[in-house]
Antibody, heavy 124, light 112 residues
Framework: QVQLVQSGAEVKKPGSSVKVSCKAS????????ISWVRQAPGQGLEWMGR????????NYAQKFQGRVTITADDSMSTAYMELSSLRSEDAAMYFC?????????????????WGQGTKVAVSA | DIVMTQTPLSLSVTPGQPASISCKSS???????????LYWFLQKPGQSPRLLIY???NRFSGVPDRFSGGGSGTDFTLKISRVEAEDVGVYYC?????????FGGGTKVEMK
């Protein structure tokens, strides 16, 4: 069974960047799109963007365009989300999730598997 | 962007009683392939979201049959036939037909 394991909590200063990783274990990585979703404290879910690791194709939410970069290392079964020019409002839990499958796989659905989340604090 | 509006904001339910959550989208979520790309998730405190329902009405593997989804076009509903204590948390709808993917604001379900 595929699991997505994210990197640990981060504390960053305003203006700096953070890079969060999401490693897939126990199954295929290449055939899937990986999305990144964030959740500010006490708030709802917000989609940031996604990547098709096999193709390196990315889509970003307009809100984060220019500040977020999503990459993937297919050989390491790992996706990365880097957010730059951090401000206090970026303090949140960041989740990766398995999104679309590029091939039909029985029992697999978009957003059926999520990482455990990575807490990012932004503080001077 | 497609706006997803959930109501109510919160729900206090007696165990064993039904519950219903509404989700309305600002545009139709029906694709030309005939499918409607509306999903439901439950996020329990301190946990990652968990997929409950995909494409409006299909229960994901392992989801109890007391959960059901319905609706079409722009109006959707998640129903819990008999709420149990383990159902507490925040429920979110999400559309995946258009980028950016967007979520409803969430509905918090609590036990009375």
């Amino acid at each position: 069974q595929v699991q997505l394991v994210q990197s640990g909590a981060e504390v960053k200063k305003p203006g700096s960047s953070v890079k969060v990783s999401c490693k897939a274990s126990g199954g295929s990585f290449s055939n899937f799109t990986i999305s990144w979703v964030r959740q500010a404290p006490g708030q709802g879910l917000e989609w940031m963007g996604r990547i098709i690791p096999m193709l390196g194709v990315t889509n970003y939410a307009q809100k984060f365009q220019g500040r977020v970069t999503i990459t993937a290392d297919d050989s390491m079964s790992t996706a990365y989300m880097e957010l730059s020019s951090l401000r206090s409002e970026d303090a949140a839990m960041y989740f990766c999730a398995r999104d679309l499958s590029l091939v039909i796989m029985p029992g697999v659905r978009p957003f059926d598997i999520w990482g455990q989340g990575t807490k990012v604090a932004v503080s001077a | 962007d497609i706006v997803m509006t959930q109501t109510p904001l919160s729900l206090s339910v007696t165990p064993g009683q039904p519950a219903s959550i509404s989700c309305k989208s600002s545009q139709s979520l029906m694709h030309s392939d005939g499918k409607t790309y509306l999903y439901w998730f439950l996020q329990k405190p301190g946990q990652s979201p968990r997929l409950l329902i995909y494409e409006v009405s299909n229960r994901f593997s392992g989801v109890p049959d007391r959960f059901s989804g319905g609706g079409s076009g722009t109006d959707f509903t998640l129903k819990i036939s008999r709420v149990e204590a383990e159902d507490v948390g925040v429920y979110y709808c999400m559309q995946t037909i258009h980028l950016p993917l967007t979520f409803g604001g969430g509905t918090k379900v609590e036990m009375k």
